[in-house]
Nanobody, 120 residues
Framework: VQLQASGGGLVQAGGSLRLSCAGS????????MGWYRQAPGKQRELVSV???????NYADSVKGRFTISRDNAKNTVYLQMNSLKPEDTAVYYC???????????????WGQGTLVTVSS
């Protein structure tokens, strides 16, 4: 099982980016999917999470600016980031709880990270 993140890049403050993270391999089902970020010199922090049923949660710092969504048929989670600020600069990682078979246990997987740089 792999999670492949994409969509990062360099953007000016106030701009937008859309991150994608696609799961591949032997996937039976995916429960919660989410995005974390790690800025230089800081700990990794939760940005947003979405359950298999579509319930969402956001860090206070991104509420009203970021929107998480998912396409269960494509095993993909998205993060639409609007009104970006320099403090949003970080490596963004996707995360998912995945079952590889019906009676198997959920395992937690990380994507490789995609860099978002917001210039002032």
């Amino acid at each position: 099982v792999q999670l492949q993140a994409s969509g990062g890049g360099l953007v000016q403050a106030g701009g937008s980016l859309r991150l994608s993270c696609a799961g591949s391999g032997s996937i039976f089902s995916i429960d919660a999917m989410g995005w974390y970020r790690q800025a230089p010199g800081k700990q990794r922090e939760l940005v947003s999470v979405i359950t298999s049923g579509g319930s969402t949660n956001y860090a206070d710092s991104v509420k009203g600016r970021f929107t998480i969504s998912r396409d269960n048929a494509k095993n993909t989670v998205y993060l639409q980031m609007n009104s970006l600020k320099p403090e949003d600069t970080a490596v963004y990682y996707c995360n998912a709880d995945i079952k590889t078979r019906r009676m198997g246990a959920r395992q937690n997987y990380w994507g490789q990270g995609t860099l978002v740089t917001v210039s002032s």
